[in-house]
């Protein structure tokens, strides 16, 4: 019943933009309404850009995702990962970045590999670099920072330094029981048990993470639209291109926006001429690893006490490495 009023509401929503962006000049006086007609457009056509850009690496990466999800076992990630702790974050990384598995379902499929004996540091990395340290990701990103290398490499290479850290930090905490007792699934079944033809199972995939994944694209791009459209120009670039605050400002809107990572980067391009390029990345690096529906994702799954550690590592880990970058980039407020 939820999962259809999800849907019905998604519908919707995306009804409702498409009637505006058709239908919405009309609505406005321009000529005794000037300012908020000009936003408008300006909303129009920043909101237009973004979606039809994403869509075809949304696309590929639901595919993509949907093949993981059917055709491959928890049981071979487990078995191909070196058991020793220092020896196995590294090659936990590089299975991350092969395996384009969305944000909503890395959170149960890594519950899975849990319950399956495979060790919380090595589950916690595949968690933070399977969304973000994919091609797909990189394909998207590339495409909407042409000529910046600094985004585009500099996202993974970030990424995978901060799950490197991350890593290493539940190393060294060494722990052995995250997961609830009585933890269900509560979100929609990636792995459907009622299929057998194989076909089927993808295509309910790629319908239920397409329309999941849709939402937050639309919610997005419209927010950010719109935060550009009618936020003071010069409050904006002035928070922009401050070295302190402008990553925070990109995390926050990251952690609420919950943006699927082949989308996320045409959001942050429309940020780009108020934004420095180390905001940027931290809205890049930061949203995959955790946001607002991984959290409570995570709270179904995993004990309380662990989440909120995990989240504050998260962020103070990408916090310290965009500092860093930023030093190294030579960039000042």
Not at 59 to 87: D, H, M
Not at 162 to 180: D, E, P, R, W
Not at 292 to 306: R, S, V
Request: charged share 10%.
């Amino acid at each position: 019943m939820k999962k259809t009023l999800s849907t019905i509401g998604t519908v919707l929503l995306f009804c409702f933009i498409l009637f505006l962006f058709l239908f919405g000049d009309r609505l406005v006086d321009v000529g005794s309404t000037e300012g908020i007609g000009q936003s408008y457009l300006n909303v129009n056509t920043i909101f237009v850009g973004i979606v039809l850009e994403a869509l075809p690496f949304i696309l590929i990466g639901v595919f993509a995702s949907s093949l993981i999800q059917v055709f491959v076992k928890e049981e071979w990630l487990v078995r191909v990962i070196p058991k020793k702790p220092i020896l196995s974050i590294i090659p936990a990384i590089i299975v991350g970045a092969l395996l384009p598995i969305c944000e909503c379902a890395i959170v149960p499929v890594v519950r899975r590999l849990l319950s399956k004996g495979m060790p919380v540091y090595v589950a916690m990395v595949l968690f933070v670099s399977a969304p973000v340290l994919n091609p797909i990701v990189f394909a998207s990103t590339f495409y909407s920072f042409q000529g910046v290398p600094e985004v585009y490499w500099g996202r993974m290479i970030l990424a995978a330094i901060v799950a490197l850290v991350i890593g290493y930090y539940f190393v060294m905490k060494n722990f052995t029981s995250v997961l609830k007792t009585d933890a269900v699934l509560v979100s929609h079944n990636h792995q459907a048990k009622g299929f057998k033809n194989k076909t089927n199972e993808i295509l309910q995939h790629m319908s239920d993470e397409f329309f999941d994944v849709g939402k937050f694209l639309l919610l997005g791009a419209f927010i950010a639209a719109s935060f550009q459209a009618f936020f003071p120009r010069d409050l904006l670039e002035s928070v922009g291109q401050s070295t302190i605050a402008s990553p925070i400002v990109m995390m926050i809107l990251a952690y609420i926006l919950s943006l699927c990572s082949e989308a996320d980067a045409f959001v942050a391009a429309s940020f780009a001429n108020s934004f420095s390029i180390p905001a940027i990345l931290a809205f890049l690096v930061y949203g995959p690893m955790i946001d607002l529906k991984n959290t409570l994702l995570m709270l179904a799954y995993f004990k309380k006490g662990f989440v909120l550690r995990f989240i504050s590592v998260v962020t103070v880990s990408v916090f310290v490495i965009i500092m860093l970058f930023t030093i190294w980039l030579g960039v000042t407020s």
